[in-house]
């Protein structure tokens, strides 16, 4: 299928002295223009409440850039001809008088990309700006970044200031794993090999893991971290974009509307958990003093600026079951949690035994096919298949081994991709395959909420646990439960 063609552009990026502009947005723009994916008259304007000279807010990018890309990535000439993209302009994204100063700026444009790095609380504001002055044509496509709201109510209200000036054809909900090399082999890896597909049911998969795990704390966000917590911040978007990929039926072709019409289903299917079922199929946890890679770190409440009253959840486990055909029976763990002993993405689906047992009755504890999927660290995929000991003197003694597709070994002389490079490429090439639709957010808000609602309801306090471990004893109980354990816990 051949891409669709890069236009010209003017980026504009609300938010473009933020973080999330200095460490992801402005290094991806640049990896793009350095692998010559951007058209020579692409502008990039960095909008912000920041004032002061335009020259001297372009090179402290620059300085950021310098920081944030490898080093063995840096080509002068290419920061050069990046940095010559770039513009700067101080404005009040909530002030109307300060949208006339930023069409002046933009002038005449080919094509425009709003870029939302700011709280949703302001989109609407930022939409009606743009519109007012004459910023809201079909040439204009915004990019909203999660969470969309807190819930299903403020997510609709959000949603709702954004439709009435932009129609979801020009919307692009980013949710950047669905743009790692991983995630995207997920389509090929399902629907290109009947080996899987045929699989892929309640009649060989016994359950699945579903595991993000990051070894930072809140890294200063405090303030909307505690209003958030890992429920709104993961689960709601991350770890159930993944469950949606994993579990949906084959789309009728690749367009944007055929994958995320299978997605809703999914979301659809979702069993509610009731409140008094929390206590069995979810647990939540804080994370107190600890340490990481052998450094003591704080606990949550210890954290700069902290509320010690807080009873936010850093950590989340849960079970989930589909209600369809497909995945009847078949139980979805997940779990997400700050300072863990390591960052890790993975998914591990783990298929049935054979229904009869040939080999030693001893053996049979061995017998267990798993497919892992690393979205990070080293991004691959690993199936693991039993085997036969090598040696005369072995008999039939199994062992299990895995068939490994390593990216970083297997494309040695290509660079993986970061997410955001390829999203904002996409966005450019106005495709919305690996954007977020606004009926998936609202029925991921719908499930997320009947949770949260439940905790209060039950009044359940987020469990202690250890920085540097693997969360709560709760949330090992909840997979032993059935029998199971987390695959590759240490």
Same mark, same amino acid.
């Given at each position: 299928?051949?891409?669709?063609?890069?236009?010209?552009?003017?980026?504009?990026?609300?938010?473009? %002295?933020?973080? &999330? +502009?200095?460490?992801? *947005?402005? @290094?991806?723009? /640049?990896?793009?223009?350095?692998?010559? =994916?951007? !058209?020579?008259?692409?502008?990039?304007?960095?909008?912000?409440?920041?004032?002061?000279?335009?020259?001297?807010?372009?090179?402290?990018?620059?300085?950021?850039?310098?920081?944030?890309?490898?080093?063995?990535?840096?080509?002068?000439?290419?920061?050069?001809?990046?940095?010559?993209? %770039?513009?700067? &302009? +101080?404005?009040?994204? *909530?002030? @109307?008088?300060? /949208?006339?100063?930023?069409?002046?700026? =933009?002038? !005449?444009?080919?094509?425009?990309?709003?870029?939302?790095?700011?709280?949703?609380?302001?989109?609407?504001?930022?939409?009606?700006?743009?519109?007012?002055?004459?910023?809201?044509?079909?040439?204009?496509?915004?990019?909203?970044?999660?969470?969309?709201?807190?819930?299903?109510?403020?997510?609709?209200?959000?949603?709702?200031?954004?439709?009435?000036?932009?129609?979801?054809?020009?919307?692009?909900?980013?949710?950047?794993?669905?743009?790692?090399?991983?995630?995207?082999?997920?389509?090929?890896?399902?629907?290109?090999?009947?080996?899987?597909?045929?699989?892929?049911?309640?009649?060989?998969?016994?359950?699945?893991?579903?595991?993000?795990?990051?070894?930072?704390?809140?890294?200063?966000?405090?303030?909307?971290?505690?209003?958030?917590?890992?429920?709104?911040?993961?689960?709601?978007?991350?770890?159930?974009?993944?469950?949606?990929?994993?579990?949906?039926?084959?789309?009728?072709?690749?367009?944007?509307?055929?994958?995320?019409?299978?997605?809703?289903?999914?979301?659809?299917?979702?069993?509610?958990?009731?409140?008094?079922?929390?206590?069995?199929?979810?647990?939540?946890?804080?994370?107190?003093?600890?340490?990481?890679?052998?450094?003591?770190?704080?606990?949550?409440?210890?954290?700069?600026?902290?509320?010690?009253?807080?009873?936010?959840?850093?950590?989340?486990?849960?079970?989930?079951?589909?209600?369809?055909?497909?995945?009847?029976?078949?139980?979805?763990?997940?779990?997400?949690?700050?300072?863990?002993?390591?960052?890790?993405?993975?998914?591990?689906?783990?298929?049935?035994?054979?229904?009869?047992?040939?080999?030693?009755?001893?053996?049979?504890?061995?017998?267990?096919?798993?497919?892992?999927?690393?979205?990070?660290?080293?991004?691959?995929?690993?199936?693991?298949?039993?085997?036969?000991?090598?040696?005369?003197?072995?008999?039939?003694?199994?062992?299990?081994?895995?068939?490994?597709?390593?990216?970083?070994?297997?494309?040695?002389?290509?660079?993986?991709?970061?997410?955001?490079?390829?999203?904002?490429?996409?966005?450019?090439?106005?495709?919305?395959?690996?954007?977020?639709?606004?009926?998936?957010?609202?029925?991921?808000?719908?499930?997320?909420?009947?949770?949260?609602?439940?905790?209060?309801?039950?009044?359940?306090?987020?469990?202690?646990?250890?920085?540097?471990?693997?969360?709560?004893?709760?949330?090992?109980?909840?997979?032993?439960?059935?029998?199971?354990?987390?695959?590759?816990?240490?």
């Amino acid at each position: 299928m051949a891409s669709h063609p890069v236009e010209p552009c003017t980026l504009a990026l609300f938010g473009g %002295l933020g973080d &999330l +502009a200095l460490r992801k *947005l402005f @290094p991806a723009l /640049y990896q793009l223009d350095r692998a010559g =994916l951007l !058209p020579s008259d692409t502008r990039i304007l960095a909008l912000g409440r920041e004032t002061g000279d335009a020259a001297g807010r372009v090179a402290a990018i620059g300085a950021h850039l310098r920081r944030h890309v490898p080093a063995g990535e840096l080509e002068e000439g290419a920061v050069q001809r990046f940095l010559a993209r %770039l513009d700067y &302009l +101080a404005m009040d994204f *909530l002030e @109307p008088e300060a /949208y006339p100063a930023l069409a002046d700026k =933009l002038g !005449p444009l080919m094509r425009l990309i709003a870029y939302f790095a700011t709280p949703a609380s302001v989109y609407g504001a930022i939409c009606a700006g743009l519109a007012a002055n004459g910023l809201a044509d079909e040439r204009t496509r915004v990019v909203l970044e999660k969470p969309i709201g807190a819930d299903l109510e403020s997510s609709h209200a959000v949603n709702d200031a954004v439709a009435a000036h932009f129609p979801e054809n020009r919307t692009y909900r980013i949710d950047h794993y669905l743009g790692k090399e991983t995630v995207q082999n997920l389509i090929a890896l399902r629907f290109a090999n009947s080996l899987f597909e045929t699989q892929w049911n309640q009649h060989h998969i016994s359950h699945v893991e579903i595991t993000v795990a990051e070894q930072v704390g809140i890294e200063g966000r405090w303030g909307y971290f505690d209003q958030a917590g890992q429920l709104r911040d993961m689960i709601q978007n991350h770890l159930l974009q993944l469950l949606c990929l994993i579990a949906m039926d084959p789309p009728s072709d690749l367009s944007a509307d055929s994958i995320r019409d299978e997605k809703v289903k999914v979301l659809k299917a979702l069993a509610p958990i009731a409140p008094e079922q929390l206590g069995q199929q979810v647990v939540r946890g804080q994370y107190v003093a600890g340490s990481i890679l052998g450094q003591p770190v704080p606990g949550y409440l210890e954290e700069d600026n902290a509320n010690t009253h807080s009873d936010t959840e850093t950590f989340v486990a849960l079970r989930a079951e589909i209600r369809n055909w497909r995945w009847s029976g078949v139980p979805f763990y997940l779990r997400t949690g700050k300072r863990m002993p390591q960052k890790l993405s993975q998914i591990v689906l783990h298929f049935k035994e054979p229904p009869h047992h040939i080999f030693a009755p001893e053996q049979r504890p061995l017998i267990n096919n798993r497919l892992v999927i690393r979205l990070q660290p080293d991004e691959g995929i690993s199936l693991q298949v039993m085997t036969k000991e090598q040696g005369l003197d072995k008999g039939m003694q199994l062992r299990s081994d895995p068939l490994q597709l390593s990216f970083s070994n297997t494309y040695r002389s290509a660079r993986i991709p970061d997410a955001y490079e390829r999203l904002l490429l996409e966005v450019m090439r106005g495709k919305q395959n690996l954007f977020v639709r606004k009926d998936e957010i609202e029925h991921a808000w719908k499930w997320c909420d009947q949770l949260i609602a439940g905790w209060r309801q039950q009044g359940d306090a987020p469990r202690p646990y250890a920085a540097g471990t693997w969360g709560p004893t709760a949330s090992i109980a909840l997979i032993t439960r059935d029998g199971r354990s987390w695959y590759g816990d240490l």
